[in-house]
């Protein structure tokens, strides 16, 4: 009997040495998230005029998808079902509601590297429910986004890890310039009002904030088992405010306007009224629209040198030898493209369009592009099939592996994106069919009201990347939209695309089309 307890107690130890083994060599992983970051506010993606030298040598050290997306959104706040996907690994219409909570039977993505060996980590902007963010991680550094926001990017609203998960109002506080010039905490009080008016006299910008803290984590780290940190930042979301040095770069009048530039929309896509709207004025003047994207290249900027300062953490610690990065935007942003200023539409560097990045030291093919259709909630099943981690069955996105890998060239023919119940489009090679409808909606002040247009547009995405020539009114392709239209209400019916799946939703898009 001692015997075999001693037989038994000899597999169990050498088991647990195969697992530490195994455990240790596993990859670090840090995904890194930024906010209203379309396609073509990255230099190396888009060749505009915006300077990306840290996020371009990513590019350079990595594979990097030409065809990233957000599927969609039924919030104006797009960030919040962006997140969710990318958290879940499930498209907009599996999530529960507009995905601002994540139920526990959706596995989220530090959730799953946490029960498996990984030490998981936050830094930054969580943009859902408290319970989730606590299962998720074993700690975090500053944590913004939980309830108090003074829409100002220098007086920004920060958590400490709540070990318990409550992360209370209370606890929130910011981070300003003592007399000395150190950074020190300070509660908030009835006269903090709402921004943007904070300058890089008052305190730390988000981006350096997030960034220094990633930084500190990653030198300090000394455990055995891999860590899984998400590194969330609020830039480049508005207020597009940077230090003066950055803004030096970029002269309103020097500016170059992108081939999507209109003074104003040409007709109401439904949600043409709302915040993002609002930081312009009507019309969109080329002046107003070279000071908006001046402010817009000039946080990217800011933001770039921030990520540079984690990726030379990672190389200055030793990490970097076995590290993949992730670098992902969370959604596009319009800053004048087609006479709008937010992302509240599906057109493709306006609202959907992502940088989508696979980098580091393990990445064999560095300086690669892939052309495969792709969707942001595709990164979690990538990521547990790069490190061999066990994919929850609530997962239903594609892994890119077999694409990084060159084992195929892509893991889907089509993309389908939606905006609430006024915009739905369906892209399938060259071409991409944008549907809008009059509809019905809702607002709990005004109450019930009609808005939007019935309005067809086909675009040839291949030849015409901005969306400029709308080819849907030419005979010659009647045929084309015909063909798409049939397929697109296919892909809603398989992709579960009606109001009932949507908790909350009071209507439905297909209903008024």
Request: with cysteine; aromatic share 12%.
């Amino acid at each position: 009997m001692k015997a075999f307890t001693k037989r038994i107690i000899l597999l169990v130890l050498i088991a647990y040495s195969i697992s530490s083994i195994a455990q240790k060599n596993k990859p670090n992983i840090v995904v890194i998230y930024t906010d209203d970051h379309r396609f073509s506010g990255v230099h190396a993606l888009g060749g505009m005029a915006v300077r990306t030298p840290n996020i371009d040598s990513l590019i350079a050290n990595g594979v990097s998808f030409s065809n990233g997306y957000l599927m969609g959104s039924f919030s104006g706040a797009t960030c919040v079902p962006s997140r969710a996907m990318l958290m879940t690994g499930r498209n907009v219409f599996e999530l529960q509601g507009q995905g601002n909570t994540i139920p526990s039977e959706h596995k989220t993505m530090g959730e799953i590297f946490k029960e498996n060996g990984y030490h998981s980590q936050i830094v930054g902007k969580w943009h859902q429910d408290n319970a989730s963010l606590h299962r998720s991680f074993n700690d975090g550094e500053k944590i913004m986004g939980l309830g108090v926001y003074l829409t100002d990017h220098f007086r920004m609203p920060l958590w400490d890890w709540d070990k318990k998960g409550k992360f209370a109002k209370e606890d929130a506080y910011l981070l300003t310039y003592n007399e000395e010039g150190k950074t020190v905490k300070r509660p908030l009080n009835k006269n903090d009002k709402r921004g943007p008016t904070g300058t890089e006299e008052d305190g730390p910008h988000t981006s350096e904030i997030f960034a220094e803290d990633a930084s500190k984590f990653i030198k300090k780290y000394k455990k055995k088992r891999p860590f899984f940190m998400y590194l969330a930042f609020h830039a480049p979301h508005d207020p597009r405010q940077a230090p003066q040095e950055y803004r030096d770069l970029y002269p309103p009048e020097k500016i170059e306007l992108p081939p999507s530039y209109l003074a104003q929309h040409p007709f109401d896509n439904g949600h043409m009224v709302l915040r993002d709207e609002e930081l312009a004025a009507w019309p969109r003047t080329p002046k107003i629209a070279q000071q908006q994207l001046a402010d817009y290249y000039a946080i990217i900027t800011h933001l770039d040198a921030q990520i540079g300062k984690v990726i030379a953490a990672l190389k200055e610690s030793g990490a970097y030898e076995n590290t993949l990065i992730v670098f992902a935007g969370d959604s596009g942003l319009a800053v004048g493209n087609h006479g709008l200023m937010g992302k509240q539409n599906i057109y493709d560097e306006d609202g959907i369009h992502i940088p989508l990045i696979f980098s580091g030291n393990l990445i064999t093919d560095k300086g690669s592009k892939r052309d495969a259709l792709v969707y942001n909630f595709d990164i979690l099943p990538t990521l547990c099939e790069f490190t061999n981690t066990l994919k929850p069955a609530s997962i239903t996105g594609k892994s890119l592996l077999p694409v990084i890998n060159k084992e195929t060239k892509s893991v889907r023919d089509y993309t389908f994106h939606a905006y609430k119940q006024f915009q739905r489009a369906y892209r399938k090679g060259n071409y991409k069919l944008i549907e809008y409808v009059r509809a019905k909606d809702f607002h709990k002040k005004n109450g019930e009201s009609i808005r939007g247009s019935r309005v067809t547009q086909l675009f040839n995405i291949t030849k015409d990347p901005w969306e400029v020539y709308d080819l849907s009114f030419f005979p010659e392709y009647a045929e084309t939209v015909k063909v798409m239209r049939k397929e697109m209400k296919e892909k809603a019916q398989e992709l579960g695309d009606k109001k009932a799946n949507i908790e909350g939703e009071k209507y439905g898009f297909w209903e008024f089309y």
